[in-house]
C-alpha cells in the first residue's frame, strides 16, 4: 500500500504564496496520476488540479494561472504551487495518488489533508 502525507499548509494573507507537498512511502507497480482537491468547511471535496505520469496537467478554472501542480516520479512527491491565494482558497487540501498495486489492483490512496487559511 502507498500511504501519503502532506505538508506546507498554514496560515497566509491574502495575495500571498504557499506551496504544499505530498509525500509517498510503500511500494506499488505504479502511480498514475497524482491530484490535489480541497474541501471547505460546509461544502464537497473538489478537484484542485491533477497530474498524469507524463506531466499533462488539468485545474479547476478558480485556480488556473494561480496555482500550479507538479511532481517528481523519482520521488513519487508531488507539490501545489499556490500563489495570489483568495480568501475563497480557505480549505483542507488533499493529495491523491491513483496507484497500480503489485498485484495489478487499481486503487487510490488519499493524505490525511493539510489546512490552508487565507486572511484578508
Known amino acids: 500500500q502507498v500511504h501519503l502525507v502532506e505538508s506546507g499548509g498554514g496560515l497566509v494573507q491574502a495575495g500571498g504564496s504557499l506551496r504544499l507537498s505530498c509525500a509517498s512511502s510503500?511500494?506499488?507497480?505504479?502511480?498514475?496520476?497524482m491530484a490535489w482537491y480541497r474541501q471547505a468547511p460546509g461544502k464537497q471535496r473538489e478537484l484542485v488540479a491533477d497530474?498524469?505520469?507524463?506531466?499533462?496537467?488539468n485545474y479547476q478554472d478558480s485556480v488556473k494561472g494561480r496555482f500550479t501542480i507538479s511532481r517528481d516520479n523519482a520521488k513519487n512527491t508531488v507539490y501545489l504551487q499556490m500563489n495570489g491565494l483568495k480568501v475563497e482558497d480557505t480549505a483542507v487540501y488533499y493529495c491523491n495518488f491513483r496507484v497500480v498495486g503489485l498485484n495489478s489492483e487499481n486503487y487510490e490512496s488519499w493524505g490525511g489533508g493539510t489546512q490552508v487559511t487565507v486572511s484578508s
Open positions: 497530474i498524469t505520469p507524463t506531466g499533462n496537467t
Open positions: 510503500g511500494i506499488a507497480f505504479r502511480i498514475n496520476d
